[in-house]
């Protein structure tokens, strides 16, 4: 039951398939996981105080920011948006809290179970996308008639696997909406399964290498790099010649490198220059009906521009239909996509449980810096901090959770239990 949890939960995270955009599926669901934890008595009086002292202090928190963001900083935003702030508590926060008690020390070894197993049936798929079979998995999708995540044309949904024809025919989507936040997914998992096994590079982490890779994001392989450095220093905690020679021999790697420095300095330029003609390009999109698409620095300076201070306090959940009013623009830099939503004091308590939940695994301040990294580079790619994925890192760290437990537990794909080094 465990395992078939965490699936829908992934799903519902995934922000891709009928299941994750449909409310009253999400409400059912969110229902049914509630009976269930009743029924196993996973409601802790603890647990709850958590909860509830978490939603009084986010319901204050939404509530008085509407207050100042309208009397103060002069936005002119109706109720609505603090309805949308209240639902966001209910539909996203909820579900994750319940999810978390269901599972408590449980759940990152069931996240990685479930992704393996995903990334194994996305990786066949996959390999028949790239061999020329595009039009036979769009056909496919088409063929089963349910509903799409997003109008893009060309834009494939089957649950278990998602492509954009013509957009991404050779990136890998996964059961992801688009390759970066798929990525996202797999960096986040490969993490917590080196958390499990000491950062060995066994099977499990090579699979979820591979399929970082497909996905050609450059946020993913930064992020990547930093996973990496990071098992070097887990596993040779001692500062060496090597630590000193890897440094800057990376940051000339990564200037060099065509698809990582390269491509960030060339997406940052056109970036710029497509903000210096952004009345051109949107007269264009608006022509065709379609939202135009900023890139990571972009949507970085386009959120600056339009919300200036709010972005400490955060606007709303729906802060969208505010900076959408003039230009129908697609937001793809996920720090700046949650500063908007709940500002630099959401950002930093999540973080915060992060790093709170990462501290079980990793000893070493010098490692949680590295952690903080990773989070904070595929982040910046595309905007995941606020699916439930993620905001397991506001309500694990926080609950009844015994991950001493996970020290006796083999992990997956090892033979024996592995003791820490660090």
């Known amino acids: 039951m465990d395992y078939f949890i965490t699936l829908i939960f992934l799903l519902l995270s995934s922000s891709a398939n009928a299941i ?5 599926i999400w409400f059912g669901i969110l229902v049914l996981m509630s009976i269930y934890a009743l029924v196993k008595k996973q409601f802790k009086v603890k647990d709850l105080k958590v909860f509830g002292l978490f939603s009084l202090v986010y319901l204050l928190y939404v ?11 002069g936005v002119n935003i109706d109720l609505e948006f603090l309805q949308s702030d209240v639902l966001f508590l209910f539909k996203y926060g909820l579900l994750t809290f319940v999810y978390c008690i269901i599972l408590r020390e449980k759940l990152i070894d069931n996240v990685i179970k479930v992704m393996l197993h995903l990334t194994i049936i996305d990786l066949v798929i996959y390999l028949f996308q790239v061999a020329g079979f595009a039009d036979v998995i769009y056909s496919f999708s088409e063929s089963l008639g ?14 278990i696997f998602s492509f954009t024809k013509g957009l991404h025919e050779y990136r890998n989507s996964g059961f992801v909406w688009e390759p970066g936040a798929y990525g996202c997914f797999l960096t986040i998992t490969l993490l917590f399964h080196f958390f499990r096994n000491k950062f060995r590079f066994a099977t499990i982490a090579i699979i979820f290498i591979v399929a970082i890779i497909t996905t050609f994001s450059t946020t993913n392989y930064l992020a990547l790099f930093i996973v990496f450095f990071l098992a070097y220093r887990y596993r040779v905690p001692k500062v060496n010649l090597w630590v000193v020679l890897m440094i800057p021999a990376f940051i000339i790697l990564f200037m060099t490198i065509p698809v990582l420095g390269q491509k960030i300095q060339a ?50 959940n729906k802060y969208d239909a505010v900076i959408t009013k003039q230009y129908n623009v697609n937001i793809s830099n996920g ?33 949680l ?54």
Do not use: W
């Open 20 to 24: 994750s955009h449909n409310d009253y």
């Open 146 to 159: 349910l509903p799409k995540a997003n109008t893009i044309p060309g834009f494939t949904n089957f649950i």
């Open 369 to 422: 810096v590295y952690a903080v990294l990773v989070l904070l580079a595929i982040s910046f790619g595309e905007p995941i901090l606020f699916l439930p994925l993620f905001l397991v890192f506001i309500f694990l760290p926080f609950l009844t959770v015994d991950f001493g437990k996970l020290e006796k537990k083999r992990p997956l794909g090892d033979k024996k239990p592995v003791r820490a080094i660090a």
């Open 63 to 73: 509530g008085i920011r509407y207050f100042i963001v309208v009397n103060f900083f």
């Open 267 to 316: 997406v940052y330029d056109d970036d710029m220059d497509g903000l210096k003609h952004f009345k051109e390009i949107s007269m264009y999109h608006k022509k065709h009906s379609e939202q135009i698409p900023l890139n990571r620095f972009a949507s970085m300076t386009y959120l600056e521009d339009n919300l200036g201070y709010n972005l400490i306090l955060g606007l709303s």
């Open 335 to 367: 720090i700046f996509d949650f500063l908007a939503k709940f500002g630099v004091i959401g950002l930093l308590f999540l973080v915060f449980g992060y790093v709170k939940l990462c501290a079980n695994f990793l000893k070493r301040k010098e490692y």
